[in-house]
Each structure stands twice: as structure tokens, then as C-alpha cells.
């Protein structure tokens, strides 16, 4: 089943609650309600069951109904992301797991702060103010 964040609120005990359509099969969606029980939704205008959770997945993903008729979204993208970031280490590492997490989130990622030299232009390369022109004295 796949799920779309729809909107997000804070609950009256003041947690972010995030809030996804589910679309997917038929046979899919039945199995969703089933497991939901009485906690099932759906949206007033268009009819998509919803899903509520404590915890953002992102902008898409994808839910399992586990074997214990649990609703749990499919992190398998964030553990291969935290593992390739685990196995370089370092800065590498950690640039692989902004990109990496930006993919999963749907987001672009923000570019590393780098401390770089100022660009220098030509005509900042001449001292502002002229040389002091020396006068020769003539000897007689």
C-alpha cells in the first residue's frame, strides 16, 4: 500500500500527528481496514482511507500489515540509508546519508556549508590607491 502525507497537526498533547492517504489494491485496502479495526478513517471529501501516525515517513511511502495485524511503514530505504552511511564513516558518510535521507524525504538536499577563499577579482588584485610617484632629486 502506498501512503501520501496529507497534512499535519499537533494533537491536544501537543505531538506532531502526521496524517496519509492510503491508496492501493482493492484485496490491499480491505486488509488496511481490517487491521485498522475501529480506529479505520477515511476522508470526508475524497473517500481515501487514512492513516495516523507520531512519526513523519516522508512526503510518500509504503505501509506493511505485519503478521500480528500491525500497521507499521516500510523504513527499509532509512536502515539502507543509515547503513551506507554507517559503512563510510566520516564526511562521506555523513554526505551520503543527507543525500540519501533528501531521496527518501522527497527533498532537495541542502548544500554542505564549506568555508571557501572570497573570489578575487583582477582589479582588486591593484592596490586602491596609487603608488607614490618618488622624485629624483638632480644632483649638480
Known sequence: MKIKLQRSYRS???HPTFVYSVTGSAEDLSAYQDAQGDYYREDETSGEALWFTTRCVG???????TTNGNIVPDMSAFDQAASI???YGGNFGQ?????SAASILGVTPAPSASVEAPAVK????VAE????EIE?????
Not at 512526503?59 to 500489515?65: A, E, H, P
Not at 590607491?129 to 607614490?132: I, L
Not at 629624483?136 to 649638480?140: R, V
Open 12 to 14: 491536544k498533547n501537543g
Open 59 to 65: 512526503t510518500n511511502g509504503k505501509l506493511i500489515i
Open 85 to 87: 552511511a554507517a559503512q
Open 95 to 99: 554526505e551520503l546519508a543527507k543525500m
Open 122 to 125: 583582477a582589479e582588486q588584485v
Open 129 to 132: 590607491e596609487p603608488a607614490q
Open 136 to 140: 629624483e632629486s638632480e644632483e649638480d
